[in-house]
């Protein structure tokens, strides 16, 4: 069976940090791409971080540029996203998701999806 489980959520203060670990079974990391995603109540799931295998190309939603890291041991087959300067605005259930098709900006065919981490950013 294929599992993506995510870990690393918790609670932090505005400005604190966090890492996100997403480790797989039964499925690679090493091809296609790879992503970490989230959804805050009352909103779509939006695109965080994601690395194309196609060409290495790594992509950050804007509000997140400068202050989240996406990377990804394939020895482990785990991804992480390393989030420093926290706002309360990144309060969210985090996904990561391995795509079965990439067509840029987030936007493609998702092949696994994990559970979701929950991340609460308070003032």
């Known amino acids: 069976d294929v599992q993506l489980q995510a870990s690393g959520g918790g609670s932090v203060q505005a400005g604190g940090s966090l890492r996100l670990s997403c480790a797989a079974s039964g499925v690679t990391f090493d091809d296609v791409a790879i992503g970490w995603f989230r959804q805050a109540p009352g909103k779509e799931r939006e695109g965080v971080s994601c690395?194309?295998?196609?060409?290495?190309?790594?992509y950050y939603r804007d509000s997140v540029k400068g202050r989240f890291t996406i990377s990804s041991d394939n020895a482990k087959n785990t991804m992480y996203l390393q989030m420093d300067s926290l706002k309360p605005e990144d309060t969210a259930v985090y996904y990561c998701?391995?795509?079965?098709?990439?067509?840029?900006?987030?936007?493609?065919?998702?092949?696994?999806w994990g559970q979701g981490t929950q991340v609460t950013v308070s003032s």
């Open positions: 690395i194309s295998r196609a060409d290495g190309s790594i």
């Open positions: 998701a391995k795509y079965g098709r990439y067509n840029g900006n987030f936007y493609g065919d998702f092949d696994y």
